[in-house]
Each structure stands twice: as C-alpha cells, then as structure tokens.
T-cell receptor, first 114, second 113 residues
Framework: GAVVSQHPSWVICKSGTSVKIECRSL??????MFWYRQFPKQSLMLMAT?????????EQGVEKDKFLINHASLTLSTLTVTSAHPEDSSFYIC??????????FGQGTRLTVV | KQEVTQIPAALSVPEGENLVLNCSFT??????LQWFRQDPGKGLTSLLL?????REQTSGRLNASLDKSSGRSTLYIAASQPGDSATYLC????????????FGTGTLLAVQP
C-alpha cells in the first residue's frame, strides 16, 4: 500500500507553546487528508478534513483556532496545536487519500504537554 | 449521524483458537467498510477493505464479512497466534466527496501462548 509519513513520532513541549505535526504522502498525491485524535484506550476521533488548497473542515467541538491545519500541497498537511495545554496531550494520527482510493495512515504522533 | 460499535471490547483466547470480532453501524449508507489493526502506541495497519457491493474479503487467516442491510460486519481470525494480539478497529466509510472514516470503539485482543 501507499506510504504516509508522519513526523515527529513523539514530542514533549511546555504548556503555552505551539507544536507542529507534519503528514506527508510519499508515493501518491493526497487530495484529501484527515486528522484524528486518540485518547488512551479509546478509538480514533476525527478532528478535521482538509482538501489541498482549501480551508479545513472541522468536526463539531473541535476548535479551529486551537488546531490549525494547513494543506498547501498535494503531499503535505500540517497540524499545529497552538498554546498547548496538558489536556491537549494525546496521540494524533493523520491519514491521506487520493480521489477514489482508500485512506492510508501515518504512524501517529504522541504529544505530551508538561 | 453514523455510530460504529464493536463487541466485545476485549477478548482473551488461547493460541490456535478461531475467533470472531463484531462491528455494527447505524447508517447502512456506507461506501465501504475497513478493518484495521493497531499495536500499542502505533498507527494503523489496514487489514481488509470491503466495498459496499461486496459481502466478504479474505486475506490469509483473516476473513471479513459485510451485511449492509443489518448494519453488521465481522472479522474472523483463524488459528490465532500470539502475534495477532493488538487492538482491532473497524471503520465505516461515508461516501461523498471526502469519504470520511468513522471508527468503532475497538476490540483489544490478547492471544495467550
């Protein structure tokens, strides 16, 4: 299957700082990318959907000013957690797909805010 | 709103047993259904994808079935091995321009040697 690379795999940051997570499709064009959040022992919750060159569509309850998503190219999307707080600590996973293909997932980023 | 539920939440079996994981979804208007495996602290590995027009898919010891009318899918694992221990997630794919995946609650499987 296609490869989606997510970076970093883990990050620790201080409360109040911002953290950027990158998601890259390595061997296909990702017209759509998805960002998920997963709390311990829970399932994946969709945060937002982004199409290349367009503003992201956020799910209900997700603060768009808190979680900034940029999908400026067909191979890269970024999620920036702004002014991070301990409650933002979680596992973040991206997925990417081209038109009419299944979605492929990155390996996830473990964010810990101290 | 699509809701996806998986039963059981956790399952422990001895090595060699055949087992079935269940997934149910409330909205039968799905584009396809996908089964994933997740190891602790890791991302997702796609196992099987069943198109809405299909009834089952097989890959090695894994067989997934889909019954859209009843809103159910099952993942059958034959001759389980300790290496099968992981969390198994099903996801209903909503059609349309974005094909969003709505994930189930997951089943934590432990295969005892």
């Amino acid at each position: 299957g296609a490869v989606v690379s997510q970076h970093p795999s883990w990050v620790i940051c201080k409360s109040g700082t911002s953290v950027k997570i990158e998601c890259r499709s390595l061997d296909f064009q990702a017209t759509t990318m998805f960002w998920y959040r997963q709390f311990p022992k829970q399932s994946l919750m969709l945060m937002a959907t982004s199409n290349e060159g367009s503003k992201a569509t956020y799910e209900q309850g997700v603060e768009k000013d808190k979680f900034l998503i940029n999908h400026a190219s067909l191979t890269l999307s970024t999620l920036t957690v702004t002014s991070a707080h301990p409650e933002d600590s979680s596992f973040y996973i991206c997925s990417a797909r081209d038109v009419n293909t299944e979605a492929f997932f990155g390996q996830g980023t473990r964010l810990t805010v101290v | 709103k699509q809701e996806v539920t998986q039963i059981p939440a956790a399952l422990s079996v001895p090595e060699g047993e055949n087992l079935v994981l269940n997934c149910s979804f409330t909205d039968s208007a799905i584009y396809n259904l996908q089964w994933f495996r997740q190891d602790p602290g890791k991302g997702l590995t796609s196992l099987l994808l069943i198109q809405s027009s299909q009834r089952e898919q097989t890959s090695g010891r894994l067989n997934a079935s889909l019954d859209k009318s009843s809103g159910r899918s099952t993942l059958y694992i034959a001759a389980s091995q300790p290496g099968d221990s992981a969390t198994y997630l099903c996801a209903a794919v909503k059609g349309g321009a974005t094909n969003k995946l709505i994930f189930g609650t997951g089943t934590l499987l432990a295969v005892q040697p």
